[in-house]
Every structure is written in structure tokens, then in C-alpha cells.
């Protein structure tokens, strides 16, 4: 049951990866951003859920024909984990001192 939330997200992502990678023609280079609705919106969630996974494959996927939007995934990514290891560390210390 623990690896069907991580199935989901590895599957969304691929379909994230392929479905912006594919409208780039073959052997060129788009140095485009991320869109500041849809496409960010989308990274981010898949980046929450899962930060390792979801920051992992797009990064990948996408930095031969997507290099700019492949590192602002990344950094998304680092952010979503970062933000996730503070809130785990805090709410466990809140927990511990509360007793």
C-alpha cells in the first residue's frame, strides 16, 4: 500500500515530462521558463507530494531540450524538500516538548 502514493507520482511526472517535452521539435534546444500558471502550478504539486522522485525525472527528463525549465524543477524540488524536512523536525520537536 506504501508504494501506490509514490506509483502516482512517478507516473504523473512522466506524463508532466513527456507531455512538455513533446512540443519541442526534435533536436532543438527551448530555453523557455516555466509558465507562471499551469506549469509551475503542476511542478510544484508534483514536487510537494514527492520532492525526490517528482524533482528527480523532470530534472532528467527535460535538461538536453528543456535546460531552463529542467533547473527551475530542481529548484523547486530543493524548496519543496526543504520546506517538508522543517515542518517534519518541527512538528516532532513540538511533539516531544509537549509531553
Not at 504523473?12 to 532543438?28: A, D, H, R, Y
Not at 524548496?79 to 517538508?84: D, G, P, T, V
Request: hydrophobic residues 50%; contains cysteine; aromatic residues 10%.
Amino acid at each position: 500500500m506504501k508504494l501506490i502514493p509514490i506509483l502516482i507520482v512517478i507516473t504523473l511526472c512522466i506524463w508532466w515530462m513527456i507531455s512538455v517535452k513533446s512540443k519541442v521539435t526534435e533536436g532543438q534546444v527551448n530555453s523557455d521558463s516555466l509558465s507562471k500558471g499551469k506549469e509551475k502550478i503542476i511542478t510544484w504539486i508534483i514536487c510537494i507530494i514527492n520532492p525526490i522522485w517528482g524533482g528527480a525525472i523532470l530534472y532528467y527528463g527535460w535538461k538536453k531540450k528543456l535546460p531552463t525549465k529542467a533547473k527551475q524543477a530542481n529548484k523547486i524540488s530543493m524548496i519543496a524538500f526543504l520546506i517538508e524536512l522543517v515542518l517534519v523536525f518541527g512538528i516532532n520537536l513540538a511533539l516531544l516538548t509537549s509531553h
